[in-house]
């Protein structure tokens, strides 16, 4: 379970919405209805934390970055990995799913793990951080 960012409310997983207050959960918030500015709530144990912490100091849970600008570098290394390397599978062993990274290596001779490397690289590339968080960093295929 994880926790509303404006009001605490516990909510679903994959839940985008609160169904309490209706706040998006993937925009930063700055204030609330409870709060002042520059606090929100940890999404995991719903404790009020400053707006800006990168780990819950109640319950010690990464919160979920919104910066958005930029390229991060687990996306840029992937993408990077999938273009150059991505007949042999190495962006799949980066992101940590070895079976697909083992699949890569037995079918590189046929050259479809290329092709499928330079097309996942490129879609890691475009998407924003919480697109490849969503879909790529697992490691599935083309984000399926």
Known sequence: MKHCSNC???LDD???VCPRCGVDQTTPLDGGPDRPGGEKYCVECGERIHAQAEICPECGVRQPSYRGSGVSSDRLAASILALLLGTL???KFYQGNVKLGVIYLCFFWTGIPGLLGIVEGILMLVADDIEYEEKYADGSLLGM
Do not use: K, L, T, V
């Open 14 to 16: 994959g839940a985008d």
């Open 89 to 91: 599978g190495a962006h």
């Open 8 to 10: 605490g409310e516990q």
